[in-house]
């Protein structure tokens, strides 16, 4: 598996980069560090599907083990969605190699994860007259 990190997550994780860098991939991970109520929070996106992770509140820590938290996290999400565990090739049988970004357009901006950061809204549900039901955001 390859992550493609922008250089503030590498200041963080550390810059043990694949040298050469590897060629962009359909099948690679970029990876950005943002801050969000003070918070560092990790924003992934697998590069072909744009399967996008959000983890808020992670330690610098956590990001310096970064093959554990990161398969971690892509597990937790494809369960969380009902796809299948190798939806991305076995990820416990893959190594992890770091590379600079090279496609930032991959990447949501800030503000797609400070939507991904806010609790759920409710929704309630209304009936018409015909029986019909709606739902509307609380």
């Known amino acids: 598996m390859i992550l493609r990190c922008t250089n503030k997550l590498l200041a963080v994780i550390g810059?043990?980069?694949a040298d050469p860098a590897p060629a962009p991939d359909a099948d690679d991970w970029y990876a950005n560090l943002l801050w969000f109520d003070r918070r560092k929070c990790l924003l992934a996106t697998h590069a072909g599907t744009l399967f996008t992770i959000f983890e808020a509140n992670v330690t610098?820590?956590?990001l310096r083990a970064t093959r554990q938290l990161i398969t971690g996290l892509i597990s937790r999400e494809l369960r969380r969605e009902d796809l299948p565990p190798a939806t991305f090739g076995i990820l416990d049988e893959q190594g992890l190699l770091l590379a600079k970004t090279a496609d930032r357009s991959v990447l949501p901006g800030p503000a797609y994860a400070a939507v991904l950061a806010q609790p759920p809204r409710p929704?309630?549900?209304?009936?018409?007259?015909?029986?019909?039901t709606s739902t509307v955001p609380a």
Request: negative net charge; charged residues 20%.
């Open 60 to 62: 610098a820590s956590a």
């Open 123 to 132: 929704i309630t549900a209304s009936h018409d007259e015909a029986g019909r």
């Open 15 to 17: 810059p043990a980069l």
